[in-house]
């Protein structure tokens, strides 16, 4: 079944911060963080693993709570580089090679 | 250097034809991936191949065929094309195996419009 994102589009300027939400109504072993820009391809951005830390990288890091079912992106002091569309992906089950990616998060840095 | 590669980038064609993709992945990858992203941004995988085998076939139609003819290359054959097959196609790999290697590789997409 597919997540659920929210908000589904945020315009921020230059600076602010922002939170992309994933939440699922099955039970997940982990959730992936994937950003696309306009006519690129997807690229990879984390891995949260049942039972894990907290990932970071750089000034986007992200969390898992694995009771609630629910992941959330943070994106700190954004820059424009940080816009395009923000998909979560998550499996249930491990060695299932599946990911089922959530409608995306547009997400739009004006200076 | 490309680590996954697509040909065309762009393929044109009329209803009812039989058309296929290519992809190439030059990682070393255990599992590869199509998906297709239609016109809303939807990311839907459509088939997983791992060491040769079929893992993952999601409800398509069975005018999607995927090929694997060795680990670094994964085929996308469609018979009898729809006009909504019009769509970008992503291939994509991945290690596999422990999930701190499920981090996926895409290539730089397939826009196939059906006309």
């Known amino acids: 079944q597919q997540p659920v994102q929210s908000p589904q589009a945020v315009i921020l300027r230059e600076g602010e911060d922002a939170v992309i939400n994933c939440s699922s109504s099955?039970?997940?072993?982990?959730v992936h963080w994937y950003r696309q820009k306009h006519g690129e391809a997807p690229v990879f951005l984390m891995i949260?693993?049942?039972?894990?830390e907290q990932k970071g990288h750089d000034k986007i890091s992200a969390s898992f709570n694995e009771k609630k079912q629910q992941s959330s992106l943070y994106l700190t002091a954004s820059q424009l580089s940080y816009s395009g569309t923000y998909f979560c992906?998550?499996?249930?089950?491990?060695?299932?090679?599946?990911?089922?990616f959530g409608k995306g998060t547009k997400l739009s840095v004006i200076p | 250097d490309t680590a996954v590669s697509q040909t065309p980038k762009y393929l044109v064609t009329q209803m009812g034809n039989d058309k296929s993709i290519k992809c190439e992945q030059n990682?070393?990858?255990?599992?590869m991936y199509w998906y297709k992203q239609d016109s809303k941004k939807f990311l839907k995988i459509m088939f997983s191949?791992?060491?040769?085998?079929?893992?993952i076939n999601e409800t398509v139609p069975n005018r999607f065929s995927p090929k694997s003819p060795d680990k670094a290359h994964l085929n996308l054959h469609i018979n009898s094309l729809e006009l909504g097959d019009s769509a970008v196609y992503f291939c994509?790999?991945?290690?596999?195996?422990?999930?701190?290697?499920?981090?996926?590789?895409f290539g730089p997409g397939t826009r196939l419009t059906v006309t």
């Open positions: 994509a790999s991945s290690q596999g195996g422990l999930p701190e290697s499920y981090e996926q590789y």
């Open positions: 099955k039970a997940l072993y982990s």
């Open positions: 949260l693993l049942k039972g894990g």
């Open positions: 992906g998550t499996d249930s089950g491990a060695g299932s090679y599946q990911l089922t």
């Open positions: 990682l070393g990858h255990d599992t």
């Open positions: 191949y791992n060491n040769k085998e079929l893992i």
